[in-house]
Every structure is written in C-alpha cells, then in structure tokens.
C-alpha cells in the first residue's frame, strides 16, 4: 500500500481523520502533546504536527478517491501538480506512521549535560536526534523544532521537552548567599 497526501481545512484535521476511518479508508493524522506555559504554570496541550495534512493509504488511488472527495472539508490530493496525487516515499511513509502511532507523541525527556547541551533520553526527539533531523532547540520554551520531509520538501516540526535533571554542581544554584550577623548591622 502507498500513502497519499490530503490537504484538509486547517482545524478540522482530527474530525476528517475520523470520518474518514469510519468510512474505512486507513488516515492518519500526526499528533504531540506540547508544554505550554499559560497563567505562570505549564500544561499540556494535544496539536496536529501536521496542520492543514492528513495521510492516507491505498492500493489505487481509484478505489477511494471519490469517498475522499465527497468528504467535507478535504481540499485536494498533494502531488506534483495540485490535484494529481503522488505517493510517498517509503521513508517519508515510515516517519508519518512512526508520528501517528497510537496517539499523539508524549512529551520528549532531556538530561543536561556538563558542557550546557542537552542529551534526549526517551520520546520522539531521541529518535529525531539520531536522525539529525534537530534544527533548533529553545530550551525557556521547553520547545525544538525538527525537519522532515515530505514530497522532498522540508517540513518543521516542534516537539516539546522537559529536563529530568540538571548534571554537575549545582551548589546552591538560585538561592541567595547565606547572611551572617555582621553582613546585617
């Protein structure tokens, strides 16, 4: 089986993902649980890796085109030319089934290193950062960006991080020096 590309309204991903499994075409909708930082405390919140994307798999493209087409809110095939549908490649179509899983992708684990760097120890950026697919890392956002392609063209894809642990000395790190009697009078 191939996987197609569908371009679908922004924000209805998940809904048409859905329809379209009950309809018993195979989709597929890339998810991740991302930290964001609202109200001084952070939370968890469930986006599309993919906004705008939905992955399906066929044989042909003539056996479910029209069952596609009749759902609302899918836009067009991704091809070469808009509306020609052009398969993915079979690495392209091994990391969007890696992504989809079994729900969205947990919240990555870093450990920071001696030397400042962080070391990914489990999730989905550990596995990104053995492919070299890490771009950027914006550690206050908690936040990396990856890329990945897609029809040959790189696509960006952020992913969330906490830090288990900070590594070395961390002495007294944050808290103020200790007073003594003659540091007051």
């Known amino acids: 089986m191939s996987m197609y590309v569908l371009q679908v309204i922004t924000g209805r991903e998940k809904d048409i993902c859905g329809r379209l499994r009950k309809a018993g075409i195979p989709a597929y909708c890339p998810r991740a649980v991302r930290q964001i930082r609202r109200g001084g405390r952070w939370q968890e919140q469930t986006y599309t890796l ?3 994307y939905i992955f399906v798999q066929c044989e042909r493209v003539v056996d479910v085109y029209y069952a596609v087409r009749r759902e609302d809110g899918v836009l067009y095939w991704l091809g070469a030319t808009r509306g020609t549908p052009e398969p993915l490649s079979a690495d392209e ?38 492919l070299e697919a890490l771009r950027s890392v914006f550690r206050r956002e908690r936040r990396a960006t990856a890329v990945l392609p897609l029809h040959g063209k790189e696509h960006k894809i952020n992913l969330s991080f906490e830090i288990e642990q900070e590594t070395g000395s961390s002495n007294g790190a944050g808290s103020p020096p200790e007073a003594k009697a003659a540091d007051i009078l």
């Open 50 to 52: 993919y906004p705008a």
């Open 93 to 130: 179509e091994a990391n969007i089934l890696w992504l989809a899983g079994d729900g969205p992708q947990p919240v990555s684990k870093a450990v920071c290193r001696a030397d400042g760097s962080l070391d990914f120890t489990s999730g989905p950026l550990k596995r990104l950062a053995e």
